[in-house]
Each structure stands twice: as C-alpha cells, then as structure tokens.
C-alpha cells in the first residue's frame, strides 16, 4: 500500500511539474513577461526622464539642441543586447544585422522625426513647468487614436474613445488656463512658445507611435527583439545625429564645458544632469518601441499617459511647482481615462476568452448525435 502511495505521490507531482513547465513556456506568458518588462521599463523613464530634463534648464543649461541631442545620445548601450544574439545566431547565419535595406530606410526616416520631435520637446521644457508641460504632451494620445485609425485601422471600442477624449480635454483645460503658472521673470512670448512647441512635439509623437506599428506590420520578417533592438539603435542613431547637426550650427559643442563650469548644482552635477537624461531617454524609446511590439501603438500612448500623474507628483515634490485648480482637474481626468481605457481592455479580453470557451463547447452535440445516429 505504501508503494503504491508513493508512487501515486509520484505520478501528481510529475504532473504538476509538467503543467509548470507547460506554462513557462506558453508563448503567451512569454509575451506577457515581455510585455510587463517593457511597460515597466517605459512607466519608469517616462516618469524620471522630464524630470531630469528640467533639472538641466532650471540650474543654468539653456542648450535646447544638446537637450535633444541627450535624449537618444544613450543608443550606444544597445550594443550589448545586440552582441549576444549575434554570437548565437552567428552559426548558422552569417550576417552582421537582421535589419533589411528596406527597414533601415524606415528606421532612418522614423530617426529623423524623433530628433525633430526630441527638440521640439526639449524646447518646450526649457520654458514650461514640468507639470504643464507633461499635461499637454498627454495630448499625445488623442492624435496617437486618430492616426493609428488611419495608419494600423487600430479598432476602438467605447471604453477607448472615452478615454481619448477624457485624456485630451484635460491637457485643453490646461491650456485654457496655462498663464498662471508662468514662471517668474519669464516673458508671455516665450512661455507661449513653449506650449506651442511643446503641443506640436505631442503631435508628432502620436504620429510617430501607429509608424513604428506600421513598421512591424510589413517588416517582411519575424519581428523578434533583437530585431527590435537594431531599429530602435539605427533609430537613435539618426535622431541623434540630427540633433548633432544643430549642435553644430548653433556651436553647442564649444559651450559644453563653458556651461558645465558654471552650472548652478556644480560641474560633477551637470555630467551627472547628462549622463541620467541619455541613460533615461534611451530606456524610454526601447520601453516604448517593445510595449508597441508585444500590444499596440495606443497602449505606449497609455503608458506615456499613466506618466502624467507620476511626473506631476514629483514635480510639485521636488520643483515647488504651483497644483492649482485646473490642474487638480486635469490629473483627475487623466486618471478617469486611464482607467476608462484598461478597464475597456479587460472587458474585450473576457469577451474573447468567453467566444474561445463557447466555440471550444459548440462540437459537442453534434459528436454525440453522430454516435446515436450510428
């Protein structure tokens, strides 16, 4: 009795082992895990990374196309996660990079309008306060929906619109009422600017999300991540090299060690000020680029929306920024919508999990009554 016991103890735990297994690896918890690391990823550079750009224009940096120029200038640690798939594959293919001449066309062009839109935002920061600032780019999102429609036919249910909506008109009500927060001894001229520019640097950035969507749609290839990670290299690669040839003109590269030497927090501080604004840039764009890669284009946009009220936390903390009415509103709709669009999310996931089930069920009966009719 006792063997059998045993070995019955045995055979339950071979199948737990099993089904453990079974579940690791599941290409859809595979997907998942990924999924996570990169919103995770995306949740905490996008949170820390305007901070940081502040820090550099609050304390002496006045340097927009350096500022830009910092926010993909980390591209080169992608070398490392490149390195090491090239060893595994190097066997059996012989080939430098997985990116095809057509893709590196692409990444190059989606390059250029990430340099465009880092200085555009950086521009923006260099006269708004964080926290207006992130409010208007969480505009982003409405213009992400509507060119994802037209560019990825991104479907959207009424959870998803209500979350667009709620999310836009938050950052108007800021804007309705954004001269109350300008910063002292800031003229109107350049703080209006700043929102312009810092409006039109959201917009690009929701056209830039349903592209690199697009992107992996007719890449002709599988899409793994370490393909993901050569865009997202020759992606920065480019903005950055953009964003140099402004430094150039504007001789940006003669007045780093001049405004290092008199900057407010101390030289140590602003390499220190640089160093965080590439490292975090570039954990941003790699977030983002593997969040639209496992979900979608709308989701970055939700993330980088879920930002917002982290950002604006942080920002009254550390800054002393003024939190006034409209801005208490603006966060709440912010926060509405967000949850608007997830619980949508989950509806639609129990939707086609319960159609999965039902159709799985359907054969049944028509089994059984082929046995009786035999």
């Not at 959201?202 to 599988?222: D, F, R």
């Not at 089930?357 to 009554?369: A, K, N």
Request: aromatic share 14%.
């Amino acid at each position: 009795m006792e063997i059998e016991h045993n070995s019955h103890e045995e055979i339950i735990h071979s199948n737990n082992n099993d089904t453990v297994d079974r579940i690791l690896r599941s290409p859809k918890l595979k997907r998942f895990i990924l999924l996570f690391l990169n919103v995770l990823l995306l949740l905490i550079s996008g949170s820390g990374a305007p901070l940081v750009i502040r820090v550099y224009f609050l304390h002496g940096g006045n340097r927009k196309w350096f500022s830009g120029f910092l926010q993909t200038a980390g591209f080169p640690l992608l070398l490392a996660p490149m390195f090491f798939p090239f060893l595994r594959r190097r066997r059996a293919d012989n080939r430098l990079f997985l990116l095809t001449p057509r893709l590196l066309l692409f990444c190059t062009i989606l390059g250029l309008l990430t340099g465009i839109d880092d200085y555009l935002y950086s521009y923006g920061l260099s006269f708004l306060p964080v926290s207006t600032a992130s409010l208007l780019i969480s505009m982003q999102l409405g213009f992400t929906a509507i060119f994802a429609f037209f560019i990825v036919k991104q479907k959207f249910n009424s959870f998803a619109i209500n979350a667009v909506v709620l999310l836009t008109f938050g950052a108007v009500v800021v804007g309705v009422h954004s001269n109350g927060d300008r910063p002292d001894g800031e003229s109107k001229a350049k703080y209006y600017l700043g929102f312009v520019m810092t409006l039109t640097a959201g917009v690009l950035n929701g056209l830039i999300l349903p592209l690199v969507e697009l992107m992996y749609k007719h890449a002709k290839q599988n899409v793994t991540y370490a393909l993901i990670v050569e865009m997202q290299f020759i992606i920065g690669f480019s903005a950055t090299g953009f964003c140099a040839v402004g430094m150039v003109l504007n001789k940006d590269f003669q007045a780093i060690s001049r405004e290092g030497k008199h900057y407010g927090l101390g030289e140590a501080a602003y390499y220190l000020v640089v160093i965080f604004t590439a490292v975090l840039g570039q954990f941003f764009f790699l977030g983002l680029v593997g969040t639209i890669k496992y979900s979608s284009a709308m989701l970055g946009g939700i993330v980088i929306a879920v930002c917002i009220p982290i950002t604006e936390v942080l920002a009254v903390f550390f800054f002393h920024e003024k939190f006034d009415g409209e801005k208490g509103v603006a966060l709440a709709l912010s926060l509405w919508g967000t949850a608007s669009y997830f619980y949508g999310e989950y509806k639609e996931h129990s939707k086609s999990e319960t159609n999965v089930t039902e159709s799985q069920l359907l054969p049944l009966p028509l089994v059984s009554e082929s046995i009786e009719s035999c």
